[in-house]
């Protein structure tokens, strides 16, 4: 079956523009989950959905990043007013519940470039 | 808080050689303990986990790692390298919370 996708895979704006990056999980995973990947570092956790909830929103750096999940599915992460540091790939895992053993499923991952 | 530490960023080993990649935790509660791999140009994948239960975990591609709760380690091994297992590894961790912490990675180069 179909995979967690990304869109896009890759985005280059200018600093201070707004940007939004998609994930599709896997149809019918309840858990999804937000990282940032800096180069040279492991995934950083942003954000933890269960359903259409924010249950963790923890990880995220500031208040310019925010994240939805209107439906229980799609998510959209959307960062105002883009700042160089915020360059990085943005990961999306799923999962099939809210139980933390499970398995997550990656997606390819946004790469986002801010000039 | 959970932390998680990858000794060696980059490995190299002979194929048919043993791969040894290591991975220390730091948690104040029973962690749960991963292994992912990343190939070139591909979403990270799963390679083995510990939760509960027997302390050697078998994972996919001839791997396995152990928990070694006094050590605070899960190291990753293999017996014998493959061409094909050169990638970067990454451990995590996480607890009853669902907010998991990955290392720094370790790329593992396999000279033929």
């Known amino acids: 079956g179909a995979g967690v996708s990304q869109t896009p895979s890759n985005k280059v704006t200018e600093k201070g523009k707004y940007v939004e990056l998609r994930c599709d999980p896997i149809s019918g995973h309840t858990a999804l989950y937000w990282y940032r990947q800096s180069l040279g570092q492991g995934p950083e956790f942003l954000i933890y959905?269960?359903?259409?909830?924010?249950?963790?929103d923890s990880g995220l750096p500031n208040d310019r990043f925010f994240a939805v999940r209107p439906e229980g599915s799609v998510s959209t992460l959307k960062i105002q007013r883009t700042e160089r540091g915020d360059s990085a790939v943005y990961l999306c895992?799923?999962?099939?519940?809210?139980?933390?053993?499970?398995?997550?499923?990656f997606g390819p991952g946004t790469r986002l470039t801010v000039l | 808080a959970q932390s998680v530490t990858q000794l060696g960023s980059h490995v190299s080993v002979s194929e048919g050689a043993l791969v040894l990649l290591r991975c220390n935790y730091s948690?104040?509660?029973?962690?749960?303990l991963f292994w992912y791999v990343q190939y070139p140009n591909q979403g990270l994948q799963l390679l083995l986990k510990?939760?509960?239960?027997?302390?050697l975990v078998k994972g996919i591609n001839g791997f396995e790692a152990e928990f070694k709760k006094s050590e605070t380690s899960f190291h990753l091994t293999k017996p014998s390298a493959h061409m094909s297992d050169a990638a970067e590894y990454f451990c995590a961790v996480t607890t009853f919370l669902n907010q998991f912490y990955f290392g720094t990675g370790t790329s593992l180069t396999v000279i033929p």
């Open positions: 895992a799923s999962s099939p519940s809210d139980r933390n053993t499970d398995t997550q499923y």
């Open positions: 948690s104040s509660v029973p962690p749960y």
């Open positions: 510990y939760t509960t239960g027997a302390t």
């Open positions: 959905f269960q359903g259409t909830g924010a249950a963790d």
